[in-house]
């Protein structure tokens, strides 16, 4: 089951499970949403604040990635912090230059960025140089940055408080409700201070419009993909108890439906999901995207630059702990992007670049994350996350 299918389709199950019964709903954890270990990391991150520098660890775990694989490790010593990339944690051809996972780096970044000075440090990144190439043959962790750490002022902020708030909302959002100027003139100069990178923010239907019938098509095709779907199920959680034994990837409580239509979903046999899940309604994903009031696409100079890919991932990290903060949501939808990466695997017409490129008029600027925000209909679910011993070297 492809990851957009699971995610949106299962908005469309309205199927009653009549077997199963309630050791089913015990055995999926259908009473139990956000419980467990897999999700202790959003209850305790804080408890390290006197123990130095691993307590930028906690907050960092806590960041967005694709499909939730977690692709970070960290070196940790009193006065550094290293960050590796653990390359074995992709999702295929998906993303076959890890681009996605070099920007949930980068949102781990800024999360351990913000903890920093939350915790009375001055943090310094330096960036290792590198571009992007195809998943090594025996992926091995690479250290993408190292962040040093000596002492300095403590100052909360409103971005580190919504660290443990912030979750990627997939339900519908309320189309009639605007979002505020100020909040949207915000968003938008999140990037000003970065000369690589830039984000782009759409808010006319007509815009909107075209965006969302990009990425619609892009996610029909590329998932139409059988390797593509390989890569992406290999992070698909279905079963509580492995939601639980592995602690990553994509659960049914983040898929954003309806309470009721969880629990049913949770209780579904595999197959019976795959099914509901096929029969979505028609144009469903393009009038999710349409339900929020604005489109925003995160630019960089080069695509394929590792440290562009990292500093785009810290100004999506940043965006969505700012809406968080100010009871927006955000999810991000990367279809139009990911179908980049794949003409180029495969050697064809770059048509999404050039779609993409049209819509922002600036050939200076190369979209690299697509999203969109507005006020939520529902309440978003906590994704798991693994613990802090298991992405420490
Ligand atoms: C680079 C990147 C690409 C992503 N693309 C999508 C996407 O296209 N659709 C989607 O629903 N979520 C997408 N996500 C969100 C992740 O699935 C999400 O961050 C992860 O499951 C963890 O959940 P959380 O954000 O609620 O903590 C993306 C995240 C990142 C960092």
């Known amino acids: 089951m492809h990851r957009r299918s699971f995610l949106k389709g299962a908005g469309a199950v309205t199927v009653v499970v009549i077997g199963g019964g309630v050791w089913r709903a015990y055995d999926q954890g259908v009473f139990s ?34 499909h939730n694989t977690q692709p970070w490790l960290f070196k940790v010593t009193n006065s550094s912090i290293e960050l590796y990339i653990d390359t074995n944690r992709n999702v295929g051809a998906l993303d076959p230059y890890l681009r996605e996972e070099h920007i949930g780096m980068g949102c781990a970044l800024e999360n351990l960025m913000l903890a920093a000075t939350a915790n009375g440090y001055q943090a310094a990144v330096t960036f290792l140089p590198g571009k992007l190439g195809p998943i090594a043959a025996e992926p091995a962790p690479t250290l ?91 992070w698909i959680r279905i079963h509580w108890s492995n939601v639980q034994k592995f602690r990553d990837g994509l659960t049914i409580d983040a898929a954003g439906l309806p309470p009721i239509a969880t629990a049913v979903a949770k209780m579904m046999p595999l197959w019976m999901l795959r099914l509901a899940s ?15 009031p604005l489109i925003g696409i995160i630019t960089v100079r080069d695509r ?15 965006a969505h702990l700012l809406a968080t903060a100010r009871g927006v949501a955000g999810r991000p939808c990367n279809e139009a992007v990911e179908m980049i990466d794949y003409e180029k695997a495969h050697d064809r017409a770059a048509l999404r670049a050039k779609l993409l490129g049209e819509l922002l008029g600036d050939p200076a600027w190369q979209p690299t994350f697509v999203f969109y925000m507005g006020y939520p209909t529902l309440t978003a679910h906590a994704s798991p996350r693994r613990p802090v011993e298991n992405v420490v070297l």
């Not at 990391?41 to 806590?62: H, K, T, Y």
């Not at 096929?278 to 929020?292: D, F, I, Q």
Request: aromatic letters at 8%; proline letters at 5%.
């Open 144 to 234: 993408l940055a190292r962040v040093d750490l000596v002492s300095g002022k403590q100052e909360g902020s409103e971005l580190y408080d919504a660290i443990p708030r912030r979750h990627t909302n997939r339900g519908a959002y309320l189309p009639q409700k605007a979002l505020p100027p100020e909040f949207i003139d915000s968003l938008g100069h999140l990037a000003s201070d970065e000369s690589e990178v830039k984000i782009f923010l759409f808010t006319a239907e007509a815009d909107r419009k075209k965006i969302a019938e990009i990425s619609s098509a892009a996610n029909s095709e590329i998932y139409s993909d059988s390797e593509v779907t390989r890569g992406s199920d290999r």
């Open 278 to 292: 096929s029969r979505g309604p028609k144009n469903g994903y393009s009038n999710l995207m349409l339900s929020a």
């Open 33 to 66: 949403v956000g419980e467990g270990s897999a999700y202790e990391p959003w209850e305790d991150w804080r408890n390290d604040s006197n123990n130095g520098p691993l307590a930028l660890v906690r907050a960092a775990i806590l960041a967005a990635s694709p």
């Open 304 to 318: 394929y630059d590792q440290q562009n890919c990292l500093l785009a991932g810290r100004i999506w990290q940043r």
